[in-house]
């Protein structure tokens, strides 16, 4: 796989890899957790989760700015792991909320959230930046061997953005099914077993007791007895023991992502010499340039540079649209689809998963027409995604209609047992995000590839920044899918995301002839 491919790919990969692990043991269970350790309702704990999501992408600029200035780009990465420690570190202590606390412990947790999205926004760009600058190298190197070198070399761009794409979602893959795992054992200890349903009731109960909706009290009663629990005349002290036990498992489980980002931390240290120093002109670089040729170029900078705004201001729809997996989608595995015997937070593996599989597939897909003369660009790769992602929610939508879902605020409301008869099978899940990772592989790893393409040397932590920049403009407006999936019928929350997806295609396909122009790409 990193055969032809510029050393230290490899390293950089897993060092992602790993990182990327014990973040997304966290990004499986926020909204949920959130809503179950303080009782948070979903829109709130929404706002919190796309602020933060938003941070993480806002803060790679500033992550991009300090590397760029300081020229030391390894030592900015390595800062971001350590502080991105401290956070994970934060969030791992398990106490139990209560009304006496929740006023010192949410900020504390925000704080955490904080910490967490500052080391991302200090490690992640930074690091795409520097296998941006090994492909620069590359190609120079290939340059100096003729035009015929070059133009392989070139080509391997793409596809080693899609390699290091891969090892991000194997850690994507793993990470999912941590928190649910520890949960349920902790759970067991206790003897008592998990139900997804169950905490937002007691903290209803343990919020208004005896005033308590009838329809309410009638399902934690039902819910109660299920997970091993004896119902009595007060039930504040098992409401408050279930919480307590079902949290504190996932406290446990962020224990794993401080490891993960130690043993990413070492294997970037171990490996710091073979790493490139992006944006560093050696004294070979350093030309006399005439008024013209100083004009030429910074024609050509500015023309690239409206290429990859044009393109980012695109990509931010896509985020916006793709990133309900951790948000209204999330909802929807967890109340309207059969997960007895699958926590809600493990569907989120099925997408790294598909990642893994898929890749090879798109990647003997886009090879096949580079070997004919054929290459498919960048930008047009964007668009063909963007169509994609516009399939899984016109997919999500014709089903909704189908099965006649109210909103989830309706679906909540009805009993268990009727919800039972209703609830969509996995493979439902299963469809959706085959179709959103297809989208993924046509968007992501070749966006990255686009800006490490256009992006000036001297700036490339920051245009980096800016792609994830971009991102999170996108994921300020999660929030979006939470509060339509519970106020409307749910198929129609579905349909604005396939109008957003299909727009955005079109826009795109109405630029490609223009960016193919501009950026030869």
């Known amino acids: 796989m990193f055969k032809n491919h510029p050393k230290g790919l490899l390293a950089a990969a897993i060092s992602n890899m790993g990182e990327r692990f014990g973040y997304y043991i966290m990004n499986a269970v926020l909204v949920l957790f959130l809503c179950s350790k303080f009782g948070l309702s979903d829109e709130t704990s929404s706002i919190i989760y796309s602020v933060f999501y938003c941070g993480i992408y806002v803060l790679s600029l500033v992550g991009g ?7 030391n780009y390894k030592a900015t990465i390595m800062s971001g792991l350590i502080v991105m420690s401290l956070g994970y570190v934060i969030l791992s202590v398990p106490v139990l909320s209560t009304e006496s606390n929740i006023g010192w412990l949410l900020p504390l947790t925000c704080l955490a959230l904080f910490l967490i999205a500052f080391g991302n926004g200090l490690f992640k760009g930074n690091l795409q930046a520097i296998v941006g600058q090994m492909y620069d190298n590359f190609e120079k190197e290939a340059a100096e061997k003729g035009p015929e070198a070059l133009k392989i070399a070139r080509s391997r761009r793409d596809s080693g953005f899609q390699i290091f794409y891969v090892f991000i979602n194997v850690g994507g893959l793993i990470a999912p099914f941590i928190a649910p795992l520890l949960r349920e054992w902790w759970l067991k200890v206790h003897n008592l077993a998990y139900n997804a349903d169950l905490p937002a009731l007691c903290h209803q109960y343990l919020q208004e007791g005896a005033g308590m909706a009838a329809d309410s009290f009638n399902n934690m009663s039902e819910l109660v007895v299920k997970v091993g629990g004896t119902m009595s005349a007060d039930m504040a002290p098992f ?23 130690l043993i990413s931390l070492f294997i970037f240290i171990i490996n710091r010499n073979i790493f490139p120093t992006p944006g560093k002109k050696t004294a070979k670089e350093v030309v ?10 910074a024609k050509e900078i500015k023309q690239r ?10 990509v931010i729809f896509f985020w916006f649209s793709f990133h309900q997996n951790g948000q ?12 007895e015997s699958i926590a809600p937070e493990i569907w989120q593996a099925v997408n790294p998963f598909f990642v893994i599989v898929l890749t090879p597939i798109i990647m003997w897909f886009f090879g096949l027409f580079t070997r004919r003369g054929k290459e498919i660009s960048t930008p047009r790769k964007i ?14 939508t014709v089903y909704s209609i189908a099965m006649d879902y109210p909103s989830g605020t309706e679906f909540k409301a009805m009993a268990d047992s009727a919800k039972a008869g209703i609830k969509a099978g996995p493979w439902v899940l299963i469809v959706v995000y085959f179709f959103l990772t297809v989208a993924e592989l046509f968007i992501s790893p070749l966006g990255l590839s686009f800006v490490s393409k256009v992006a000036p040397k001297n700036v490339q932590g920051l245009c980096q ?12 407006f999660l929030w979006v899918g939470p509060l339509m999936y519970n106020k409307l ?19 795109m396909l109405g630029m490609v002839k223009w960016l193919e122009r501009v950026v030869n790409c």
């Not at 540079?305 to 695109?314: D, G, P, R, T």
Request: glycine letters at 6%.
């Open 288 to 297: 006399d340039y005439t008024p013209e040729e100083k004009a030429a170029m």
């Open 305 to 314: 540079m409206y290429a990859l705004f044009a393109v980012l201001a695109i």
């Open 239 to 261: 409401c408050t023991q279930y919480l307590d036990v079902f949290n504190t498992g996932i406290h446990y489980s962020f224990i794993a992502s401080v490891l993960a980002m």
């Open 383 to 396: 668009a063909i995604g963007m169509a994609v992602a516009g399939i899984a929610y016109l997919f999500l």
């Open 65 to 71: 700015i300090i590397a760029d200035k300081t020229q």
């Open 489 to 507: 019928p749910i198929w129609e929350c579905w349909t604005v995301f396939f109008v957003v997806c299909l727009i955005s295609m079109g826009v």
């Open 328 to 339: 209204s989608l999330s909802l929807f595995a967890r109340d309207f689809v059969v997960t």
């Open 465 to 476: 920044g800016l792609w994830l920049g971009a991102t999170a403009v996108g994921n300020i």
